[in-house]
């Protein structure tokens, strides 16, 4: 089994910067992808990120050029940089990993990020 827990959440003013954090434990010699996801009240869980182990990273357009993800394999810990944040940013921020053969997800519980305007 793979355990997850995100840190780094907080309040920040619009056009402020945060980093969220995910570190992995248990069977993280497994992980493939790893992500970044949030849920807002009353919406459905959205990706906002991912990237391989090899470093390969995907970034949903409400995101790109804003948010950065990254990764220290060694670590087993995945990081999301966020910057210019807007209160539409707001959310509970779950960070996501992949295990392979078979596959199988496994999430975090969760981290608030709240925007102020």
């Known amino acids: 089994q793979v355990q997850l827990v995100e840190s780094g959440g907080g309040l920040v003013k619009a056009g402020g910067s945060l980093r969220v954090s995910c570190a992995a434990s248990?069977?993280?010699?497994?992980?493939?992808?790893m992500g970044w996801y949030r849920q807002a009240p009353g919406k459905q869980r959205e990706l906002v990120a991912i990237?391989?182990?090899?470093?390969?990273?995907n970034y949903d357009d409400s995101v790109k050029g804003r948010f950065t993800i990254s990764r220290d394999v060694a670590k087993s810990t995945v990081y999301l940089q966020m910057n210019s944040l807007k209160p539409e940013d707001t959310a509970v921020y779950y960070c996501?990993?992949?295990?392979?053969?078979?596959?199988?997800?496994?999430w975090g519980q969760g981290t608030q990020v709240t925007v102020s305007s």
């Open positions: 996501n990993a992949e295990i392979l053969f078979p596959r199988r997800l496994f």
């Open positions: 248990g069977y993280v010699s497994s992980i493939n992808d």
């Open positions: 990237i391989t182990r090899a470093g390969i990273t």
